[in-house]
Each structure stands twice: as C-alpha cells, then as structure tokens.
C-alpha cells in the first residue's frame, strides 16, 4: 500500500511559521504530481498547492499565495510546504496527495494529515 507521510504540523501564533513535510516513495515522487490540501472543520476539502513532476511550475490557491511556498527535495524524496504569515483562518488538517495527471479529480494517492493550527 502506497503511504504518503506527513509531518511538521503543529500550534504557531498568528504570524508565525510553519513546514510541512510528505515523504512519498520514489516511484510516486518521480511520476506523479505533487500537492497539498487542507480541511477545516465544517468545510470541504480546498487545493493548496501544487508542484509538477519536474519542480518547475507551482500553482497556489489565491488565499495562500505568497506565503506558502511549495517545493520538492528530490534527494530526500519530500515534498514541502514552507507556510509563513500564518493567520487563524490556515487552521486545518493538511493533506498530501498526488496525482497522475493532475487534473486533480480525485487524486491517486492521499496521506493521514498533519494539524496544523494558528492561535489569534
């Protein structure tokens, strides 16, 4: 079963920063795009970012942009996701996912989550 693992989540103060980590195995690293979710409770699941096979085209959803940066060690096999000026509304569960095409329909493959909350 393929297992993407996140980590790096946690309470920061408003302002504040955070970075997640996804480990993927390399088959699904090297083949597949890359992407961060998040849910909050009571909504539905929203896109991040997102960063191709080869690193070199990111997309951001309008709320996060520049201020999260998406990016791929590719040493280490891990996606990451530098958060920074973290505001309240950030709070959620933060998902890595990947997917074949991209297109994001459903994604192929999906991790456990990592909290990561932002205190007012």
């Known amino acids: 079963q393929v297992q993407l693992v996140e980590s790096g989540g946690g309470l920061v103060q408003a302002g504040g920063s955070l970075r997640l980590s996804c480990a993927a195995p390399e088959s699904i690293f090297n083949n597949y795009v890359m992407g961060w979710f998040r849910r909050s409770p009571g909504k539905e699941r929203q896109f991040v970012a997102a960063i191709s096979r080869s690193g070199v085209r990111t997309t951001y959803a309008d709320s996060v942009r520049d201020r999260f940066t998406i990016s791929r060690d590719a040493a280490e096999k891990m996606v990451n996701l530098q958060m920074n000026s973290l505001k309240p509304e950030d709070t959620a569960v933060y998902y890595c996912?990947?997917?074949?095409?991209?297109?994001?329909?459903?994604?192929?493959?999906w991790g456990q989550g990592t909290q990561v909350t932002v205190s007012s």
């Open positions: 996912a990947a997917d074949r095409s991209g297109a994001w329909n459903k994604g192929d493959y």
